[in-house]
Nanobody, 127 residues
Framework: QVQLVESGGGLVQAGGSLRLSCAAS????????MGWFRQAPGKEREFVAR?????????WYADSVKGRFTISRDNAKNTVYLQMNSLKPEDTAVYYC???????????????????WGQGTQVTVSS
């Protein structure tokens, strides 16, 4: 039903910024809550950020990125963004966007809630 394609990853030095994009197919994008997750080598996938459906007027962030990352959405473009500022080496990971079609935000941090996933985009932060 939904295909997600991430872009915008790359190599950046500590303190720099990147903006990730996730383009969604289909005609029901605005009905999905959208999330960003990341997975570092040898680690499990972890929650990064979430934005509610429709106008995206509520967001959730992992403590590790709060104040540095901002999630947003543009329903007219079927796209969700992750603006990443003040990047740190520990932010290095493959970043995935995901769509949640459920009707509430219980356990929003759980990857199991998200039905659709992109292929991921690599973010590498170095000195």
């Amino acid at each position: 039903q939904v295909q997600l394609v991430e872009s915008g990853g790359g190599l950046v030095q500590a303190g720099g910024s990147l903006r990730l994009s996730c383009a969604a197919s289909g005609r029901t994008f605005s009905t999905y809550a959208m999330g960003w997750f990341r997975q570092a080598p040898g680690k499990e996938r972890e929650f990064v950020a979430r934005i509610n459906n429709w106008n995206g007027d509520y967001t959730w962030y992992a403590d590790s990125v709060k104040g540095r990352f901002t999630i947003s959405r543009d329903n007219a473009k079927n796209t969700v963004y992750l603006q990443m500022n003040s990047l740190k080496p520990e932010d290095t990971a493959v970043y995935y966007c995901a769509a949640d079609r459920t009707l509430n935000s219980a356990n929003y941090w759980s990857a199991a809630r998200y039905a659709y996933w992109g292929q991921g985009t690599q973010v590498t932060v170095s000195s």
